[in-house]
């Protein structure tokens, strides 16, 4: 009974406690466990008030189903990041949206639809494939995730992907390594030319970045058409990753496709952080 808290006023006191210390950088919630849309609504409106009051990052996993039916929860996010005038009010703040699979059911309008209604509120979608596809399975045994791929290149939208967990419930399965999650991507998107590689490896790591608040291409401002994912400019952070080399040659990473392709299970790499090594 001390535990009982039908209204979550406890949990909304120890949230608004938490975004009040200045050591907590993001604030996040999980409107699709919600009962009904009502309070999955709800649940994003006192949020966002709260990560705007306290000027924090906002991390949302929503719409994870695979569901015709369900109205997709996406719009009134942004119809209430709107409202609350989130980009005149926050200091370079992100919104993050996980999981998000009931939007693999829009067709190409609705696409363009969400990319015109976003505009230029920071949203970052993250796909979580490897917790996506082991936990949806509809009736028709069909499966789904966020096809990150198309919707950077196709729609223009912030994308990139994330592992979730391992180990549980979500996630028995697989590495905590980004980049096996980039090298399975070649697999779950089709993706087998360069170029998708490229994106494949950016997803992992410059995209990965700019959508938790620690800038990359999306945040200076440059268009997709003047740029090339990894490509490396004068003034570019120092950070790094290295490859070996193998023994056999063929084996050797010279490129950041074949750094996706080949993947190297965490043997022989070393990182640099701001030019200084970490590993």
């Not at 990052?57 to 569901?67: G, K, P, R, V």
């Not at 015709?68 to 209430?80: D, G, R």
């Not at 979730?164 to 980039?182: E, I, M, R």
Request: charge should be negative; aromatic fraction near 8%.
């Amino acid at each position: 009974a001390e535990f009982h808290d039908p209204e979550a006023e406890k949990i909304r006191a120890l949230m608004r406690e938490a975004a009040a210390n200045p050591e907590v950088e993001v604030l996040g919630s999980t409107p699709y466990v919600e009962a009904d849309a009502r309070t999955a609504k709800r649940n994003v409106e006192w949020m966002v008030d709260l990560s705007v009051e306290f000027d924090k990052h906002l991390d949302f996993h929503l719409d994870y189903n695979l569901d015709a039916s369900q109205e997709p929860l996406i719009h009134h996010v942004v119809t209430t990041l709107r409202a609350a005038h989130w980009t005149e009010k926050m200091t370079d703040k992100t919104i993050v949206i996980g999981h998000a699979t009931r939007l693999t059911l829009f067709s190409a309008q609705e696409w363009t639809d969400l990319k015109n209604a976003i505009g230029d509120l920071p949203i970052h979608f993250v796909g979580l494939p490897t917790s996506d596809l082991y936990m949806l399975r509809t009736a028709k045994r069909k499966r789904g995730t966020l096809d990150v791929i198309s919707m950077i290149r196709e729609h223009g939208l912030n994308a990139c992907l994330g592992v979730n967990n391992v180990g549980n419930a979500f996630t028995p399965q697989g590495s905590c390594d980004p980049l096996s999650l980039a090298s399975q991507g070649v697999g779950i998107y089709s993706a087998g030319t360069v170029e998708d590689a490229e994106v494949l490896y950016a997803c992992v790591s410059t995209r990965a970045k700019a959508a938790i608040g620690f800038g990359g291409e999306a945040e200076r401002g440059r268009k997709e058409a003047e740029m090339r994912e990894g490509e490396i400019r004068v003034g570019d952070a120092a950070d790094v990753l290295l490859f070996g080399s193998e023994k056999q040659d063929w084996r050797t990473r010279k490129s950041v496709a074949e750094a996706v392709y080949l993947y190297d299970c965490c043997r022989g790499r070393r990182g640099f952080l701001g030019g200084k090594a970490t590993s």
